[in-house]
């Protein structure tokens, strides 16, 4: 599986991803700039990514990312859009609009 997480903010996005596993670590996303990684799927069918939003010091949400439960049929690559009123999930076998989207919080 690959996922990409793409900053369409004027503000740098700060980014945080991990699973129960794994620590893939921190990015901060200038406007247009994107964080990518990849990774198989747990024989169970259970594996499970979360990332960590910050606009400085201030949260924006904590969200699941890949949720193989979700998103096993869904995408091979799943692409998440960062906008002003919070993220988009697209999936490459089904065209906008986003399959899952997540609001930002206030």
């Known amino acids: ?3 990409e ?3 369409n903010n004027t503000y740098i996005l700060d980014v945080h991803c ?3 596993d794994d ?3 921190s990015r901060a996303l200038k406007n247009g700039e994107s964080y990518r990684w990849q ?3 747990n024989f169970f069918n259970s594996t499970l990514y979360f990332c960590e939003f910050h606009q400085g010091k201030v949260t924006k949400g904590v969200f699941d990312i890949y ?3 979700r998103d096993f049929k869904r995408c091979t690559r ?3 859009m960062a906008e002003t009123d919070g993220l988009y999930g697209f999936s490459e076998k089904k065209p906008p609009p986003a399959a899952v989207f997540y609001k930002w919080l206030k």
Do not use: E
Request: aromatic share 14%.
């Open 78 to 80: 799943c692409t998440w």
């Open 39 to 41: 990774f198989y799927v």
């Open 5 to 7: 997480i793409k900053n």
């Open 23 to 25: 620590d893939i670590g």
């Open 18 to 20: 991990k699973s129960a």
């Open 1 to 3: 599986m690959k996922v």
């Open 67 to 69: 949720d193989a439960l």
